[in-house]
Protein backbone atom coordinates (compact mmCIF):
# COMPACT_ATOMS: atom_id res chain seq x y z
CA UNK A 1 0.00 0.00 0.00
CA UNK A 2 1.32 3.14 -0.69
CA UNK A 3 1.33 6.33 1.63
CA UNK A 4 -1.61 7.97 0.36
CA UNK A 5 -3.44 5.00 1.09
CA UNK A 6 -1.83 4.77 4.37
CA UNK A 7 -3.36 8.48 5.17
CA UNK A 8 -6.60 7.85 4.19
CA UNK A 9 -6.67 4.97 6.17
CA UNK A 10 -5.41 6.97 8.63
CA UNK A 11 -7.97 9.66 8.34
CA UNK A 12 -10.54 7.35 8.64
CA UNK A 13 -9.46 5.86 11.89
CA UNK A 14 -9.73 9.44 12.95
CA UNK A 15 -12.95 9.72 12.17
CA UNK A 16 -13.66 6.26 13.91
CA UNK A 17 -11.92 7.15 16.89
CA UNK A 18 -13.89 10.96 16.71
CA UNK A 19 -17.37 8.96 16.54
CA UNK A 20 -16.32 6.12 19.13
CA UNK A 21 -15.54 9.48 21.65
CA UNK A 22 -18.87 10.98 20.68
CA UNK A 23 -20.57 8.31 22.64
CA UNK A 24 -19.12 9.13 26.16
CA UNK A 25 -17.40 8.60 29.51
CA UNK A 26 -18.71 5.39 29.71
CA UNK A 27 -18.88 3.49 26.13
CA UNK A 28 -15.57 4.36 25.94
CA UNK A 29 -14.51 2.38 29.04
CA UNK A 30 -16.68 -0.29 28.41
CA UNK A 31 -15.70 -1.36 25.05
CA UNK A 32 -14.09 -4.52 25.14
CA UNK A 33 -11.69 -6.55 23.76
CA UNK A 34 -9.81 -3.56 23.79
CA UNK A 35 -9.70 0.44 23.66
CA UNK A 36 -11.16 0.64 19.77
CA UNK A 37 -11.33 4.42 20.16
CA UNK A 38 -7.83 5.13 21.22
CA UNK A 39 -6.19 2.66 19.57
CA UNK A 40 -8.15 3.66 16.44
CA UNK A 41 -6.67 7.35 17.00
CA UNK A 42 -3.00 6.07 17.67
CA UNK A 43 -2.88 4.45 14.61
CA UNK A 44 -4.45 7.31 12.50
CA UNK A 45 -1.96 9.53 13.54
CA UNK A 46 1.16 7.55 13.09
CA UNK A 47 -0.19 7.23 9.38
CA UNK A 48 -0.39 11.10 9.38
CA UNK A 49 3.56 10.30 9.05
CA UNK A 50 2.55 9.77 5.15
CA UNK A 51 2.44 13.72 4.85
CA UNK A 52 5.99 14.13 4.30
CA UNK A 53 6.09 12.12 1.75
CA UNK A 54 2.65 14.09 -0.33
CA UNK A 55 2.76 17.14 -0.11
CA UNK A 56 5.32 19.98 -2.11
CA UNK A 57 8.56 20.95 -0.45
CA UNK A 58 8.15 24.15 1.03
CA UNK A 59 8.47 26.46 4.59
CA UNK A 60 4.81 25.73 5.82
CA UNK A 61 4.89 21.68 5.10
CA UNK A 62 8.14 21.48 7.37
CA UNK A 63 6.89 23.98 10.18
CA UNK A 64 3.76 21.74 9.96
CA UNK A 65 4.81 18.41 9.73
CA UNK A 66 7.54 18.98 12.54
CA UNK A 67 4.79 19.95 14.71
CA UNK A 68 3.08 16.98 13.64
CA UNK A 69 5.44 14.63 14.51
CA UNK A 70 6.00 16.27 18.11
CA UNK A 71 2.16 15.98 18.52
CA UNK A 72 2.32 12.53 17.52
CA UNK A 73 4.14 12.10 20.59
CA UNK A 74 1.60 13.71 22.36
CA UNK A 75 -1.19 11.42 20.80
CA UNK A 76 1.09 8.49 21.97
CA UNK A 77 1.03 9.87 25.51
CA UNK A 78 -2.41 10.45 25.76
CA UNK A 79 -3.70 7.21 24.21
CA UNK A 80 -1.11 5.53 26.98
CA UNK A 81 -3.12 7.15 29.48
CA UNK A 82 -6.40 6.52 28.63
CA UNK A 83 -5.35 2.92 28.14
CA UNK A 84 -4.52 2.76 31.66
CA UNK A 85 -7.54 3.39 32.56
CA UNK A 86 -9.76 1.61 30.18
CA UNK A 87 -8.07 -0.93 31.62
CA UNK A 88 -8.43 0.12 35.32
CA UNK A 89 -12.21 1.13 34.85
CA UNK A 90 -13.36 -2.48 36.78
CA UNK A 91 -10.90 -0.97 39.97
CA UNK A 92 -12.11 2.41 40.92
CA UNK A 93 -9.47 2.55 43.49
CA UNK A 94 -6.53 2.58 40.81
CA UNK A 95 -8.18 4.34 38.51
CA UNK A 96 -8.79 7.29 41.22
CA UNK A 97 -4.69 7.56 41.97
CA UNK A 98 -4.08 7.28 37.97
CA UNK A 99 -6.58 10.78 37.56
CA UNK A 100 -4.90 12.18 40.76
CA UNK A 101 -1.65 11.60 39.29
CA UNK A 102 -2.18 13.18 35.82
CA UNK A 103 -3.61 15.88 37.39
CA UNK A 104 -1.35 16.66 40.18
CA UNK A 105 1.62 16.41 37.10
CA UNK A 106 1.68 19.13 34.61
CA UNK A 107 4.44 17.50 33.06
CA UNK A 108 2.17 15.09 32.17
CA UNK A 109 -1.27 16.60 31.67
CA UNK A 110 -0.29 19.90 29.64
CA UNK A 111 2.32 17.70 27.12
CA UNK A 112 -0.05 15.07 26.67
CA UNK A 113 -3.57 16.19 27.54
CA UNK A 114 -3.30 19.75 25.66
CA UNK A 115 -0.50 20.67 23.99
CA UNK A 116 0.47 16.85 22.28
CA UNK A 117 -2.88 16.67 20.50
CA UNK A 118 -3.41 20.21 19.90
CA UNK A 119 -0.13 20.16 18.24
CA UNK A 120 -0.78 16.93 15.74
CA UNK A 121 -3.97 18.84 14.32
CA UNK A 122 -2.44 22.48 14.19
CA UNK A 123 0.59 20.95 12.75
CA UNK A 124 -1.67 19.35 10.32
CA UNK A 125 -3.33 23.07 9.15
CA UNK A 126 0.03 24.65 9.30
CA UNK A 127 1.78 21.99 6.32
CA UNK A 128 -1.08 23.53 4.17
CA UNK A 129 -0.41 27.21 4.06
CA UNK A 130 1.87 26.92 1.62
CA UNK A 131 -0.84 25.38 -1.14
CA UNK A 132 -3.23 27.75 -0.21
CA UNK A 133 -2.73 29.32 -3.82
CA UNK A 134 -3.86 26.06 -5.42
CA UNK A 135 -6.12 24.97 -3.18
CA UNK A 136 -7.99 27.16 -1.33
CA UNK A 137 -11.13 25.70 -0.58
CA UNK A 138 -9.20 21.92 0.91
CA UNK A 139 -6.89 24.55 3.24
CA UNK A 140 -9.53 26.26 4.33
CA UNK A 141 -11.51 23.12 5.16
CA UNK A 142 -8.48 21.31 6.66
CA UNK A 143 -7.93 24.34 8.97
CA UNK A 144 -11.36 24.44 9.67
CA UNK A 145 -11.94 20.57 10.93
CA UNK A 146 -9.02 20.61 12.73
CA UNK A 147 -10.25 23.72 14.66
CA UNK A 148 -13.31 21.76 15.35
CA UNK A 149 -12.20 19.06 16.72
CA UNK A 150 -9.99 21.27 18.96
CA UNK A 151 -13.04 23.21 19.75
CA UNK A 152 -15.50 20.37 20.44
CA UNK A 153 -13.68 18.60 23.19
CA UNK A 154 -11.49 21.63 24.90
CA UNK A 155 -13.54 24.32 24.66
CA UNK A 156 -17.04 23.39 23.57
CA UNK A 157 -17.05 20.02 25.20
CA UNK A 158 -19.09 18.73 22.68
CA UNK A 159 -18.68 15.07 21.32
CA UNK A 160 -20.50 15.62 17.56
CA UNK A 161 -18.53 18.87 17.05
CA UNK A 162 -14.78 16.88 16.40
CA UNK A 163 -16.46 14.24 14.35
CA UNK A 164 -17.92 16.65 12.01
CA UNK A 165 -14.08 18.56 11.95
CA UNK A 166 -12.47 14.90 11.26
CA UNK A 167 -15.08 14.19 8.42
CA UNK A 168 -14.25 17.76 7.34
CA UNK A 169 -10.63 16.82 7.94
CA UNK A 170 -10.55 14.00 5.79
CA UNK A 171 -12.01 15.77 2.66
CA UNK A 172 -9.65 18.67 3.15
CA UNK A 173 -6.49 16.66 3.17
CA UNK A 174 -7.88 13.86 0.69
CA UNK A 175 -8.85 16.42 -2.25
CA UNK A 176 -4.94 17.59 -1.09
CA UNK A 177 -3.08 14.28 -1.73
CA UNK A 178 -5.12 12.76 -4.41
CA UNK A 179 -3.56 14.77 -6.99
CA UNK A 180 0.07 14.23 -8.36
CA UNK A 181 1.30 17.65 -6.60
CA UNK A 182 4.98 19.00 -8.04
CA UNK A 183 7.89 18.08 -5.40
CA UNK A 184 8.58 21.75 -4.58
CA UNK A 185 6.11 24.86 -4.62
CA UNK A 186 7.59 28.66 -3.95
Same mark, same amino acid.
Not at 143 to 156: E, F, K, S, V
Given at each position: ?????? #?????????????????????? +?? =?????? @??????????? +?? %??????? #?????? &????? +?????? %???? +?????????????????????????????????????? *???????? #????????? @????? =?? #?? &???????? *????????? =???? &????????? *???????????????
Amino acid at each position: MNSKGL #IAIGLILIIISQLLMSFGYEFL +MS =QQPIDY @AHWALLIGAIF +MF %GLWFNLP #INFSKN &VGLTL +MNIGIG %GIVG +MCTLDFMLWASHSNPEIKRKIFEIISNSPSIEYPFLII *GPTLFYAG #ISISTYGLF @ANFKW =QV #II &VNIGALMI *GLGHIILNN =QIVP &VIGAILLFI *GLLSIIRISLPETIE
